[in-house]
């Protein structure tokens, strides 16, 4: 059926406020502009200079009654022990102090490269326990590991915490945001620097964001025509190694002046990404159709149980009071509108086309889903 007939029209005019969101979404991206040149800096990262995971265990005190449970927590207990007998304090034996306004938690950070020791970063705090909320409460000196098992950081400080709790004496409880995670702003000081082997190695390797072959070749290329032929060369569809100077000082100007450079990334391949749970379609500029008639309804089936109670007249004998079960069976099939893809017709025209029957995020995956099983979609289906 044309997509301008009147009874597609009509459709239009009954699609739900969720399809006319997506659909309008996917319209506005097949009418972005073409991909303009990109900073090598901005598509591609330097192999070796990363950042590195720091985990750490340690207390958070000062908690208003709100930190872990006698019961619930005994690594705790046995973390607080350990702790007052660093200092020359010992628990008595049997018994059993309240640990309500302690947490045991776990202290995560982020090591930017080239950190050296003195600066800060800013740390995670997260409890592992059954302690309700971290507001208000101090976390104790932790050593943060990375996974050599070696300290590169120590934290301390005061737990900012977003959310918070509360609760009456009948069990309701309202929360907002997850008060039992808070963070540290610059609360953790770097102790060790991570060795580095930037300006040991003859060559600079660039690692594309994304892997692409086309991309790849155009990076060598026109690092190969500013700083001269054979400087780069495309290792594979992520690597691209380049020739740089040893000296620390000159290969900081080089690099510098090679992230600087414009390219024009390769065209991503096209792609249907469907997320199951939320229903989102997003479908790439490279999609293509080919000729294909598409029909499409639905069959609504609704069964009602009821029961009918049947009693006996005043006057009857031995009369009794009987339930008659009843079933109602109600089917319901919308109106199937067809239309038709021209082949090799563009995102702009399978949007106008599927929007033009009122289709719903739901149904645009049943539709896509069978066009590429019909061999008349173009593209990678992909479920997340």
Known sequence: MPANSPTVKCAARRASAAAACVLCLLTALAAAPAARAERIEDI????????????????VVGLNGTGDQTTMAPFTMQSIENLLLKFGVTIPPNTNPMINNVAAVTVTADLP???????????????????????????????????????????????????????????????????????????????????????????????LDTPDFTTAARVAAAINKLLGAGTAAALDAVSIRVTAPTDSDQRIAYVAEIEGIDVDPGTAPARVIINSRTGTVVISSQVRVMAAAVAHGSLSVTI??????????????????????????????????????????????????????????????????????????HAQLIVI
């Open 44 to 59: 591609a990262t330097i192999a070796g200079v990363r950042t590195n995971q720091l985990v750490g265990y340690g207390l």
């Open 113 to 207: 490269p080239f950190a050296k020791p003195g600066q800060t970063i800013d740390v995670t705090v997260s409890s592992i326990g059954d302690a309700q909320s971290l507001r208000g409460g101090e976390l104790l000196m932790t050593s943060l590991r990375g996974a050599d098992g070696q300290v590169y950081a120590v934290a301390q400080g005061s737990v900012l915490v977003s959310g918070f709790g509360v609760s009456g004496k009948d069990g309701s409880k309202i929360i907002l945001n997850v008060p039992s995670s808070g963070r540290i702003p610059n609360g953790a000081t770097v102790e060790r620097s991570v060795p580095m082997q930037f300006d040991r190695d003859p060559h600079v390797t660039l690692n």
């Open 304 to 377: 009602t149980e009821r029961e009918d109670v049947s009693q006996p007249t005043a006057f009857s004998q031995g009369g009794q009071t009987v339930v008659t079960p009843r079933s109602s069976i109600d089917v319901k099939q919308a109106d199937a509108h067809m239309f038709v893809f021209q082949a090799g017709v563009n995102l702009d025209e399978i949007v106008r086309a599927v929007n033009a029957v009122g289709a719903a995020p739901g149904d645009l995956v049943a539709i896509l889903d069978a066009l590429q099983q019909a061999g008349a979609l």
